[in-house]
C-alpha cells in the first residue's frame, strides 16, 4: 500500500495497519511480541506522544519519541505509565516466541496487571497535600529563623563589645559563610529532584551515606538545640518584663526554665497541628517583627525623651557613633571570637527552607531564591540596625532621671560621652553598676523603639518564629534518615502520619532534646554550643558542591550556576577554621562524633546506591592511576600472579576461588571469569551479569572481580577472556581452571576443546594453573550448571543452547545469597604444621615457586613447611642438592628443605604402564588399515584427538616419566596439604590431546592432597638482582 504524504492534511495513523491481540477471555495475552498493542499496554493510548512515531514516519515502530514518564520515578493518577521498549523488543525477531523482558523494574504485562491497573484508575487520587512556594516556604522561613533571639537581645551588646566596625566585620563574615553555603546549597538542590530531608538530603546524595548520615544526625541535634536556645531567649524576655512589674515565680533562672518548658510544649502543639498551620503561624511572626522594626526605626528619629536619655538614648548623634565604632572588650567573654560565636547562630538559619524540601511546591527553584534573598535582606537589616543603635545610644547609664549634669558641678570630673548631653553616670561607670546602656542593658532596642510593646512582641515574634523553624526542621531532618537506615535503633522515629507524612515520634524526640537543654537557661552558654554544629554542617555541604564540581561527573549539572567550586572550597576550610578558633574542645567533640559515626557505616557499608560524588571520585582516582601504569614499564621484582579464573558461576567451585584469593587477596587482580554457552539472547545476557555472582563474592569476602561472556562454544568464551580480560597493566597474566576429571567418559571433541584452551592460554603468554582435588571441584550437580561444563559436567550439559530448558535460569536474591550457609573448603581451614611439595621439574620461569611462597604468607598456611623436590641423578645428589639450595636461598623465599630424586628417570611399574594403555585404548587408531581405504589420516579428516602409533613412540619417554612421576610422589607426599607440581607441556600437532590429557590425569591421580599444576610463561619471576 503506498503511503500519502504528511503535509497532503491526510492522519498517517489512520492508514497504521492493526495488527489485534491474541486475546482471552477479552484480556491480551503476551506470548508474541505484538507491535500495535504495545502503546495500549504500555502508555495511556490517548497521549498524542504514543502515536506520534507512525503520524511522522508512517510505518509499524515500537521505537518512541522521547518522554517525561520514561525518566521519572513516579506515576501521573488518572493514567498508565508509559515505558521506553527495551533493546531486546526493538531488535528481537517479531516470530519469537519468548517473552520479551521489559525495559523498567516493576514493568510487568499480562493479565492480572492490567486488570489491577483498570481498578486503580477508578480510584479517587490521594489527597494532595499543603505545598509552599519560594516566599512563604523559604524566604520568609529563613529571614525569621535567621533573626531570631540573638538579633534583639544580643546585637546592641554585640556592637557595645566590638564596636560598630568590628560588628559590621562579624557580620559580613558571618553573612560571606552563610553566602556561600547559600551558593553551595542552591547548586547541589538545582541538581536533581530534591525530596524531604533538607540539609541531610542534599548532602547524603551529593557525599554518600558516610558523611551525609553523620552530618544528618548532628544537624538534626543541632536543630533540636536551637529550639532550646530560642525558647530560652523568649522566656529571658517574659522574665525581665515580669520582673520590671514585680512579678516573679521562684527566682530568675527558675522562671526562665518554668516559661521555656511551657512555652516550648506550646509549640510542639503547632507543630503536631500540621504544615499548613505552622506557615501561617510563621507569616503572623513575619508580619509583627516588621512592625517592630518599623516601630524601632521610628523610635531612632524621634527626639528622646528625659527617660530615655537617663537610660542612654540621645537619638543620632556623630560623636557616639565615632565612641561606638571601637571596640570596648569587657568581661571574660569579651574577644572578637567571643563575640563571633554568640552572633553566628543568628545566621544559621539559612537552612530552615531547604529542610522542609519535602514541603515545597518546586524545591529546585524555592531553595536557591528564597535562601540568598533572605541571607540578603537580613544581612542588611543587621548592618542597618548595628549603626542605628550604636549612633543613638551610650555604652554605659545610669537609668536615673536625678543624673543630670547640674551647671554648679565640672564638666572636667564627669565621666562618658553622655557628659556632653548634660548626664553624669560617673558614679556607675566607676562602680560598674551601670544597668542601662547597650553595654549593660540587653532590651536596648525596647527603649530605643517609639512604642516598646512592639519590640517587645517582635521579640516574641523572633524567638517563637526560630524556634518553631527548628522545631519543625529537625524532626523532618531525622525522619529522612531514619528512613533510609543507616545506623541502628533510630528506624522507629521514622514513621509518618497523615497525607504530610508528619513524624510525629521524632517531634517527641525533639521535643525532650529541647526540654533538656531549657534546663540550662542561659542563652550564652547554649549559643556556642550549636555554633560548631551548624559550621560543621556549612563546611560539609561546602565540600559537597566542590567535591561534585572537581570530579567532573557527568551527573553534575546544576542548573543555578552562579557559584564557583573554589568559593565552596574556601567556605569550607573557613568553616573548620572558625570551629576550632571559636571553641576547640568543642570541635574536637564535633569532628570526633562525625568519625564514630563515619566508621560505623564505613563498617557497615549500607546497601544504597545514590550515585554520590564520592563513586564518581573513586572511578576518578581509578582510572588515572591505571592510566598512570601505562608509564610504568614491568620489572620482574614487581611482579604479581593475576589470575583469571575459570570458575563458571563463583559459587559452583568455591575451592577455586578460595585458592585464588590465597595468591591475590590484597596483593593483585583476581577476575572470576563465566562463560554461558549458549545463543545469545536477552535472557542469556542477564543470566551472565547476575548481580548475585558478585554477591556471593562479597559474602565471602572475596576481593575479585567477576566477567561473565556468552559465545557458543567454552573454548571461544575463554578465549574472549584471555585476550579482553583486564584494563591497561591491570590484566591478567596467570590462567587457574579445573582440572577435568570426566574425560574418558565425556565426548572427545570436548576432551579436545579443553586442552585447546591450555594451547590458547600458552599463545597469549599466560601460566597456566590447573587444580585437581579427590571431591570434585563443582559443589553442584553437573546437569544443574549450565556454564563451563567441560571441566567437571557430563556429555548432557555440555551444549545448553541445544536444550532450551538449561536456559530458564532462576535469579536468586541478594537477601537469599546471603542466608545461604557458605561451603567450606581445604583452603579455607587453618592448615598446621604439615608440608607443602613443591616438584620443581622444570624450570618455568620461577612460577612454580612463587605460588607457594604467596601461599605461606597466609596465616592458614602460615605454618606449613615448603619442600622442594627436583630430578637428579643417585651419584651426584648431595652435590645437587647443595647447588639448588643455594640457588632458592638467592630469591629469598624461605625454603630451607630441598630433596633430590635420583630415580626419577627409571622405569615406571608394567601395572601402572598396563592401566595408562587401557586408559588410552579408545582413542588409539586401528592399525588394521584395509589397503582400499582412504590414506589420509583420521586427525586431518576432523578428529585429532585419536593417538597414532607414531604419536606413541614419539612421546614414549615423556609418558613413562609422568607415569613414573606420579609413583614418586605418592612415595614422598602422602601426607602433604598441597603438592605442587610443574605442568609438562604437549607440543601442538606432536602431540594428541586425548594423550596430553592423559600425561595430566596419570601425574595427578590417586592423591589424597590437591594438586596444583602449574606452568609459568618461561619468563622470569623472580630474581636475586636488587634492581
Excluded at 517527641?508 to 556556642?528: G, K
Excluded at 584452551?757 to 544443574?784: K, N, T, W
Excluded at 588410552?920 to 579428516?941: A, H, M, W
Amino acid at each position: 500500500m503506498e503511503l500519502p504524504v504528511v503535509n497532503d492534511g491526510v492522519h498517517l495513523a489512520a492508514y497504521r495497519s492493526r495488527l489485534p491481540l491474541a486475546t482471552t477471555n477479552g484480556n491480551a495475552v503476551h506470548g508474541r511480541l505484538d507491535e500495535s498493542g504495545y502503546y495500549h499496554c504500555y502508555s495511556d493510548g490517548d497521549s498524542i506522544a504514543s502515536h506520534r512515531s507512525d503520524a511522522l514516519t508512517g510505518y509499524e515502530t515500537l521505537d518512541s519519541p522521547p518522554h517525561y514518564d520514561f525518566y521519572a520515578n513516579t506515576e501521573v493518577w488518572g493514567r498508565r505509565k508509559r515505558f521506553r521498549p527495551s533493546l531486546y523488543q526493538l531488535h528481537a525477531n517479531p516470530e519469537d516466541d519468548a517473552k520479551p523482558p521489559l525495559y523498567e523494574d516493576g514493568q510487568a504485562g499480562g493479565e492480572d496487571s492490567s486488570a489491577d491497573d483498570e481498578e486503580e484508575e477508578q480510584k479517587e487520587p490521594l489527597p494532595e497535600p499543603t505545598r509552599f512556594g519560594w516566599v512563604q516556604g523559604v524566604m520568609i522561613r529563613c529571614m525569621l529563623n535567621i533573626w531570631g533571639v540573638i538579633l534583639y537581645l544580643r546585637l546592641p551588646w554585640i556592637t557595645a563589645q566590638a564596636g560598630i566596625g568590628l560588628t559590621w566585620v562579624i557580620i559580613v563574615l558571618s553573612s560571606c559563610i552563610t553566602g556561600i553555603t547559600g551558593l553551595s546549597t542552591s547548586a547541589i538542590a538545582t541538581n536533581g529532584k530534591v525530596k524531604g530531608g533538607g540539609t541531610y538530603f542534599l548532602i547524603s546524595r551529593s557525599l554518600g551515606p558516610e558523611l551525609g548520615g553523620s552530618i544528618g544526625l548532628i544537624f538534626a541535634f543541632a536543630n533540636a538545640v536551637a529550639v532550646a536556645m530560642h525558647t530560652v531567649g523568649f522566656a529571658e524576655t517574659v522574665t525581665d518584663i515580669m520582673r520590671e512589674n514585680g512579678a516573679v515565680m521562684v527566682d530568675r533562672t527558675n522562671d526562665i526554665r518554668i516559661i521555656g518548658i511551657i512555652t516550648v510544649t506550646c509549640l510542639l502543639g503547632i507543630s503536631l497541628a500540621g504544615m499548613a498551620w505552622e506557615s501561617k503561624a510563621q507569616v503572623l511572626f513575619f508580619l509583627v517583627i516588621m512592625v517592630s522594626f518599623a516601630s524601632y526605626i521610628v523610635g531612632t528619629i524621634i527626639p528622646a525623651s528625659p527617660q530615655k536619655q537617663s537610660k542612654g538614648f540621645f537619638s543620632y548623634k556623630a560623636d557616639i557613633f565615632a565612641a561606638n565604632f571601637v571596640p570596648c572588650w569587657r568581661g571574660r567573654g569579651g574577644s572578637f571570637f567571643g563575640m563571633f560565636s554568640i552572633f553566628f547562630p543568628s545566621a544559621t538559619g539559612i537552612l530552615a527552607g531547604a529542610n522542609i524540601s519535602g514541603d515545597l511546591r518546586n524545591p529546585t527553584l524555592a531553595i536557591p531564591r528564597g535562601t540568598l534573598m533572605a541571607i540578603f535582606w537580613t544581612t542588611i537589616s543587621y548592618i542597618i540596625i548595628t549603626a542605628t543603635i550604636g549612633a543613638c545610644v551610650v555604652r554605659d547609664a545610669s537609668g536615673s532621671l536625678n543624673d543630670t549634669l547640674s551647671p554648679s558641678s565640672s564638666s572636667e570630673d564627669c565621666v562618658g560621652l553622655a557628659c556632653q548631653y548634660g548626664w553624669d553616670f560617673t558614679e556607675c561607670i566607676n562602680n560598674n553598676t551601670c544597668r542601662y546602656g547597650i553595654s549593660n542593658y540587653y532590651q536596648a532596642m525596647g527603649m530605643v523603639s517609639a512604642f516598646s510593646p512592639l519590640i517587645t512582641a517582635g521579640i516574641f515574634g523572633a524567638t517563637l518564629s526560630s524556634a518553631l523553624a527548628c522545631l519543625v526542621s529537625a524532626p523532618k531532618v531525622f525522619q529522612c534518615l531514619c528512613k533510609d537506615k543507616l545506623y541502628p535503633f533510630i528506624g522507629f522515629f521514622g514513621k509518618g502520619y497523615g497525607k504530610n507524612d508528619e513524624p510525629l515520634r521524632s517531634y517527641l524526640l525533639a521535643y525532650i532534646i529541647a526540654v533538656c537543654f531549657i534546663l540550662i537557661a542561659e542563652l550564652n552558654t547554649i549559643a556556642p554550643i550549636i555554633s560548631n554544629f551548624f559550621l560543621c554542617s556549612y563546611s560539609l555541604i561546602n565540600f559537597s558542591c566542590f567535591h561534585a564540581s572537581v570530579t567532573n561527573s557527568p551527573g553534575w549539572r546544576p542548573s543555578f550556576r552562579y557559584y564557583s567550586k573554589w568559593l565552596s572550597l574556601l567556605g569550607a576550610v573557613c568553616c573548620v577554621i572558625i570551629m576550632f578558633l571559636l571553641t576547640w574542645w568543642a570541635a574536637l567533640i564535633a569532628f570526633g562524633v562525625i568519625l564514630v559515626l563515619l566508621g560505623y557505616t564505613l563498617y557497615k557499608k549500607p546497601a544504597v546506591n545514590w550515585g554520590s560524588s564520592v563513586q564518581a571520585s573513586s572511578y576518578n582516582i581509578a582510572l588515572n592511576q591505571c592510566i598512570g601504569l601505562n608509564h610504568v614499564e614491568d620489572h620482574v621484582k614487581n611482579y604479581r600472579p593475576q589470575c583469571l579464573v575459570l570458575t563458571g558461576p563463583p559459587s559452583s567451585r568455591p575451592a577455586l576461588v578460595d585458592l585464588a584469593n590465597s595468591f591475590t587477596k590484597n596483593l593483585s587482580l583476581m577476575i572470576c571469569a563465566n562463560v554461558v554457552t549458549a545463543c545469545p539472547s536477552s535472557a542469556v545476557v542477564e543470566r551472565r551479569s547476575n548481580k548475585t555472582h558478585v554477591a556471593w563474592l562479597n559474602q565471602r569476602m572475596v576481593k575479585s572481580f567477576y566477567r561473565g561472556v556468552v559465545a557458543e562454544e567454552l573454548r571461544s568464551g575463554v578465549n574472549m577472556l584471555l585476550q579482553g580480560a583486564g584494563l591497561g597493566r591491570i590484566k591478567p597474566n596467570v590462567l587457574l581452571m579445573g582440572f577435568k576429571t570426566d574425560w574418558l567418559s565425556d565426548s572427545p571433541q570436548n576432551a579436545d576443546s579443553y586442552i585447546g584452551i591450555l594451547h590458547d592460554a600458552f599463545d597469549q603468554q599466560y601460566g597456566v594453573c590447573m587444580l585437581r582435588m579427590r571431591e570434585r571441584l563443582d559443589v553442584f550437580h553437573p546437569s544443574s550448571s549450565h556454564v563451563n561444563a567441560a571441566f567437571d559436567g557430563g556429555p548432557e550439559s555440555i551444549n545448553i543452547s541445544a536444550a532450551p530448558s538449561l536456559i530458564q535460569t532462576s535469579v536468586i536474591s541478594s537477601a537469599s545469597i546471603e542466608s545461604t550457609p557458605q561451603p567450606s573448603t581445604v583452603f579455607k581451614k587453618t592448615q598446621g604444621k604439615k608440608t607443602i611439595d613443591v616438584y620443581w621439574l622444570s624450570d618455568d620461569g620461577g612460577l612454580t615457586l612463587l605460588l607457594p611462597y604467596l601461599l605461606t604468607r597466609r596465616k592458614r598456611w602460615s605454618r606449613c613447611k615448603v619442600r622442594v623436590f627436583v630430578g637428579g641423578e643417585a651419584d651426584k645428589k648431595e652435590e645437587q642438592k647443595e647447588e639448588m639450595l643455594t640457588l632458592i636461598k638467592k630469591f629469598r623465599l624461605g625454603f630451607h628443605d630441598v630433596e633430590v630424586i635420583p630415580d626419577i628417570c627409571q622405569s615406571p611399574q608394567p601395572a601402572n604402564v598396563i592401566q595408562f594403555d587401557s586408559m588410552i585404548s579408545r582413542f588409539r587408531l586401528d592399525t588394521n588399515v584395509k589397503p582400499d581405504s582412504d590414506p589420509v589420516p583420521p586427525r586431518q579428516q576432523g578428529e585429532p584427538w585419536m593417538i597414532s602409533e607414531q604419536d606413541l613412540e614419539r612421546n614414549k619417554s615423556k609418558t613413562l616419566r609422568q607415569i613414573r612421576l606420579n609413583e614418586a610422589i605418592q612415595d614422598f607426599s602422602r601426607e602433604a596439604a598441597l603438592i605442587v607440581l610443574t605442568m609438562p607441556v604437549g607440543r601442538r600437532g606432536g602431540c594428541p590431546s586425548t594423550l596430553y590429557l592423559a600425561w595430566l590425569d596419570v601425574l595427578s591421580r590417586d592423591l589424597k592432597a590437591p594438586v596444583l599444576l602449574v606452568r609459568g610463561n618461561q619468563e622470569n619471576v623472580l630474581t636475586f638482582y636488587c634492581q
